[in-house]
């Protein structure tokens, strides 16, 4: 049997490790990993396969620094050449990016049995180019695997049902890498020094919906300073962002960093006090270090964390973020619910791929 898998994005490598080494444990499945190059960071993207011990990918499409649009029609067009020589069983993708959207499209067009990880969520935001990918790539995959019941739900509530497609409750492959690698991670030596010996709050920015807009990168970037005069921040930016921020000559008054490896990361989520950011898989990878997090969006994904006051979604109102941060900094959370499975979903997903093809 062979697999195609479409990755372009750090959330897709993590995601993709530990899937690929379970179909590692099946001699008779051949997978080959495509890298769109939508990240093309060293640090987003090649750290990530030495770190991780993920399989290189055999090629790269090198697609980058283009609109979004033509980013879509040159993935499509470069997946859809590698499908017409690998001929494979199925073609799996992940999450909510360009890369996801662009090879889902080309797997239907070929007729190939479209496989989509971390399916059924929803912002109901259709103004976020990620509810548009996810969206779609849902409705034209064969068998869909949910990471929560609440994406489950919302699939049956979009009458998936009736439809011709298989969906499964997995639980989060990325609970799986974390489970796996959070010891190795802290055990290795660190390029990040002494940031990490006292108090600090680990922010992200990154969505285009506030990177790409003045208003709301001003104020997201007033509130990280006001935060920054109480505890130290500290703010792994990529150099488009750190573009943007002086462009518009904003004064910056916390700790930034150079974007960090999956290991890094999973350092500053252990060591930190709160998370911030704009990122989907951080407000769930918050959780999984028993952190408190403040979204900088209007809404979130993780109903679950929300319900539960885990995340609070703060916006990007300078003074709704500081008070969200306020709040969050004296909760008293409970951690202990399984929302995201036992850490055993990529074995349930390739079993339940091994059974179907």
């Avoid at 919906?209 to 104020?219: H, K, M, R």
Wanted: proline residues 4%; charged residues 25%; aromatic residues 8%.
């Amino acid at each position: 049997m062979k697999i195609l898998t479409v990755v372009g994005a750090r959330p897709q490598f993590i995601k993709a490790s530990v899937v690929s080494r379970e179909f590692g444990m099946h001699p008779s499945v051949t997978e080959k990993i495509i890298h769109t190059g939508q990240h093309y960071d060293d640090n987003m993207s090649e750290l990530f396969f030495t770190q991780m011990d993920i399989p290189k990918p055999y090629v790269n499409l090198g697609v980058n620094q283009v609109n979004p649009a033509m980013m879509v029609g040159k993935i499509m067009e470069g997946v859809e050449q590698q499908i017409l020589i690998e001929n494979p069983h199925a073609l799996i993708v992940y999450g909510d990016t360009n890369s996801t959207l662009g090879a889902a499209l080309a797997a239907v067009k070929q007729n190939i049995k479209l496989i989509h990880i971390e399916a059924g969520l929803r912002s109901f935001n259709m103004k976020m180019p990620e509810e548009l990918n996810r969206v779609i790539t849902d409705r034209i995959s064969n068998m869909l695997f949910c990471p929560t019941q609440i994406a489950m739900d919302n699939l049956r509530e979009e009458g998936y049902d009736g439809f011709s497609s298989d969906y499964f409750l997995s639980g989060d492959v990325m609970l799986d890498a974390t489970l796996y690698y959070k010891e190795r991670a802290l055990a290795e030596e660190t390029s990040l020094g002494n940031l990490l010996d006292s108090d600090f709050i680990l922010c992200t920015i990154h969505r285009a919906e506030n990177t790409e807009n003045d208003q709301n990168l001003t104020n997201i970037i007033a509130a990280i300073n006001s935060m920054a005069k109480e505890m130290n921040v500290i703010c792994p930016l990529h150099p488009r962002t750190k573009q943007r921020i002086n462009g518009l000559g904003l004064k910056t008054e916390f700790t930034i960093v150079e974007p960090v490896g999956y290991f890094e990361m999973i350092r500053l989520l252990d060591k930190c006090k709160l998370v911030v950011t704009d990122s989907g898989g951080l407000q769930k990878e918050s959780y999984f270090h028993n952190k408190m997090c403040v979204c900088l969006r209007e809404e979130t994904e993780w109903k679950e964390l929300e319900e539960d006051g885990l995340v609070i979604v703060a916006g990007t109102n300078p003074d709704d973020i500081l008070e969200s941060v306020k709040e969050a900094l004296i909760a008293s959370p409970e951690f202990g619910k399984n929302f995201y499975g036992t850490g055993m979903a990529s074995k349930f997903i390739v079993n339940e791929i091994l059974k179907s093809i």
